[in-house]
């Protein structure tokens, strides 16, 4: 079983920055592929970035190219998500995953076996 919290979440100014944190439960971290998902209200669960246990590569939704960067330190079992030039479309709760498969798609929510509850984003324009 895996435990995911995230934090660094809040309000923001549209082109401000903010610093996510999913940390993980466990001594297993470095063999969890990682991704970060985000939702607006009535809107469906999309995939942001993903970073696998190797951690050689990282993966980014078109939108969010150019201004967020993902990251993990196995040493403190936690992700980061980097977030930078805000847009007030970038307003959602911010979800950590996780998953401990040899190989997964990254970018799909229903390969991931473990969540977090969230960290809400809001960017105001």
């Known amino acids: 079983q895996v435990q995911l919290v995230e934090s660094g979440g809040g309000l923001v100014q549209a082109g401000g920055s903010l610093r996510l944190s999913c940390a993980a439960s466990g001594r297993t971290f470095s063999s969890l592929h990682m991704g970060w998902f985000r939702q607006a209200p009535g809107k469906e669960r999309e995939f942001v970035a993903g970073?696998?246990?190797?951690?050689?590569?990282?993966y980014r939704a078109d939108s969010v190219k150019g201004r967020f960067t993902i990251s993990r330190d196995n040493a403190k079992n936690t992700m980061y998500l980097q977030m930078n030039s805000l847009k007030p479309e970038d307003t959602a709760v911010y979800y950590c995953a996780a998953d401990g498969r040899d190989s997964l798609l990254i970018y799909r929510r229903d390969e991931y076996e473990y969540w977090g509850q969230g960290t809400q984003v809001t960017v105001s324009s």
């Open positions: 970073v696998p246990r190797s951690g050689a590569r990282t």
